[in-house]
């Protein structure tokens, strides 16, 4: 595939690695990429990858900040509320980042655990420089030129001034505020961030995407040329070798992901 995604352990892109980023074609379409949940990171619980082409994180907001005794971390029944009104570890966080042919998906669900309502300012950090990846990893720009974004009326829209390197990058925020319809795109200017406000009512669950699409002047792939190029990735896959294991099925799955993240490679 032409798209990889670089994260730290937090499945964010930071300024703290210099190779981190989702690049298409070796080109880094987004620099930085990071959640917030009122205006703060979550907390991270764990992570994982449930297939060769996703990255997978769990998280809670917010977290303690006082604590006692007990493997809960407290000695009470008390239970505190944040600055915004929410109770402690009331939000599970679980996100996932999946590359695809032509692009890059995040896919952020929210679930409220307290008996409370709540109201949550979500964020998509971003922005973009377009460095090659070898210019990444040796932290040395060869080529560099400005980037314009523009908001749009569901996302934002970076664009490299390069002459010679005609890249674009469209991202496309669900439930997120953007430009009016019908108005320039300097009605509401882009500020690194992509919110949205979610209001979840008590054990409720909110599911919010993030597509991320690079354009690379020719390289771009269309429907068609996506459509082709998955239909022969899932017939490459169905002529894998089939192991099966009736007394041990768990050890059957076992082999059946470790053959299919062999032929991801």
């Not at 990071?34 to 998280?59: H, I, K, M, Q």
């Not at 995407?209 to 169905?238: F, Y």
Request: aromatic share 8%; glycine share 8%; proline share 5%.
């Amino acid at each position: 595939s032409a798209s990889l995604l670089v994260t730290d352990e937090r499945g964010e892109c930071a300024e703290h690695d210099p190779v981190g980023g989702y690049y298409f074609h070796e080109a880094r379409h987004l620099r930085r990429l990071r959640v917030e949940v009122n205006g703060a990171t979550p907390w991270l619980c764990a992570e994982g990858s449930s297939a060769p082409d996703t990255l997978d994180f769990v998280y809670v907001y917010p977290e303690l900040t006082r604590f006692g005794g007990g493997g809960t971390d407290v000695s009470d029944d008390t239970t505190w509320v944040n600055v915004h009104g929410v109770s402690q570890r009331a939000i599970d966080i679980r996100l996932s980042h999946t590359v695809k042919l032509d692009g890059m998906e995040s896919a952020l669900t929210l679930v409220n655990r307290s008996h409370e309502p709540v109201e949550l300012e979500i964020a998509w950090v971003l922005d973009a420089d377009f460095a090659d990846i070898q210019e990444a990893q040796f932290d040395r720009r060869e080529q560099e030129a400005g980037v314009v974004s523009a908001s749009t009326e569901d996302g934002v829209e970076f664009s490299y001034q390069h002459p010679q390197l005609a890249y674009r990058t469209i991202v496309v925020a669900a439930g997120h505020e953007g430009a009016p319809s019908g108005t320039p795109d300097v009605a509401r200017p882009f500020t690194g961030r992509l919110t949205t406000r979610v209001q979840l009512a008590p054990q409720e669950t909110r599911e919010l995407t993030m597509t991320v699409t690079p354009i690379a002047g020719s390289e771009t792939l269309s429907d068609a040329d996506v459509s082709a190029r998955q239909e022969s990735l899932e017939r490459w896959r169905t002529a894998f070798t089939r192991i099966t294991m009736p007394g041990n099925r768990l050890f059957e799955s076992i082999v059946e992901t470790n053959i299919r993240d062999i032929g991801s490679f």
